[in-house]
């Protein structure tokens, strides 16, 4: 089967090479993408000798193209990246760029018919319904990455069946268990340094905030066609059950695991098959010993309560949730916020936008750039949806 990975030189794009060069009889990558990482994409060429790579960044794909054996052909620019997509014969593209920038290429790859492994979520939060609506229409299909959604996939089976709730896991981040006076004065180092998951930066800022549970409330919404009310997020610190399923009858069926990003990357490329996962640990459940679990604290981490505030809304509101949050997140990690501004940005901004209905794309671009205009513009200080979460 032929892979072409989005955002290559990442966390998950990494994970989705060591998965590939596992089975290299039965898995071959054809095509990689990224931004600028012009070293971690060479090494990742001379690993997959790939036919093509695209670097986004134009200066970066140039000195790629100097560092690349003749067989893989380097193209650069966004363009590009949308024109390979649309030539490449049938693939799975794994869509893990990070952040709403990966729009573009996964409706590409929707609209393509190519099947969709879903790693980045913050296009299926801005763009659920149009996503949905491109993969019906090239007729491919759509296989979460995500753990917890992989999780909920594989409990609800195909075709899925009712349910009564989706329970969504979460490990709480590095800040489990803290109060508002002591998250005042964090630094992005110890915000960066999340228990369980090694992640991208903005992903495990997102863990720190719970803001990433809120986006993955939207994305099951999405994904499984769920109402928000049937959608629960529970916190679960040894990160074993990666989410579960109750059904009408209150029986519940979870997924369960050692935490290992390469499991649902893998499932996500073979289902319906399951294939060993070399590299990952197995778990042993006499050795975990004991699985807890407990209520998220919603005063201290107002992300889920933010992201359903904008899920029920609905039209642009979760399309600003989400670019309020990117440029709060890069604000944070550049020094120009503090850890609860990230969360006070997100309210405020959120609080002053008047939702519009979202058909087109262009509409969802105009609800994204405004919204980032008015989170770069934002100050700590004033605002009416200041700790106002309800
Ligand atoms: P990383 O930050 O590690 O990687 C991001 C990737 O996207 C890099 O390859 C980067 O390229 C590329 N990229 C960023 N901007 C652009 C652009 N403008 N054009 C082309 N490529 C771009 O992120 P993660 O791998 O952690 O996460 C990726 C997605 O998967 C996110 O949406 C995240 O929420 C989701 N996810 C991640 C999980 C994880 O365990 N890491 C778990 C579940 C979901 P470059 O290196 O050149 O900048
Ligand atoms: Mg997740």
Redesign the pocket.
Known sequence: MNVVV????????R?TADVVAAHPDRLRVRGL?????VD??AALVERLAPAWVV???RD?AARLQVRVPAGTVVDAG?DR?IARIQDEPPATVVA????F??LGPTLAAAERGHRLGL?????MVAAGGLIREAVRRGGGRLLP???EHSAIFQALGEPARPFRRLIITATGGPFRGWDRARLAHVEAAAALNHPV????????I?SATLM?KG?EVLEAHWLFDAPLDQIDVVVHPEAVVHSLVEYPDGAMLAQLGMPD?RVPIQLALTWPERWEVPQAPRLTLAAVGRLTFEEPDHDVFPGVALARRAGTVGGSAPVVLNAANEVAVERFLAGALRFLDISDLVADVLAAHTAAPVERLDDILAADADARAAARAWSPGGGEGRRRHG
């Open positions: 989005l955002g290559a030189t990442g966390s998950i794009g994970q993408v990224a931004h600028r990482d971690g994409m670097l986004t960044d970066a966004m990246v893990a760029m990070s952040g920038v990966g790693a980045n979520k913050e296009t990455m995500d753990s998951w090694r992640m991208g930066r903005k992903n495990t997102d990433n986006l990003m």
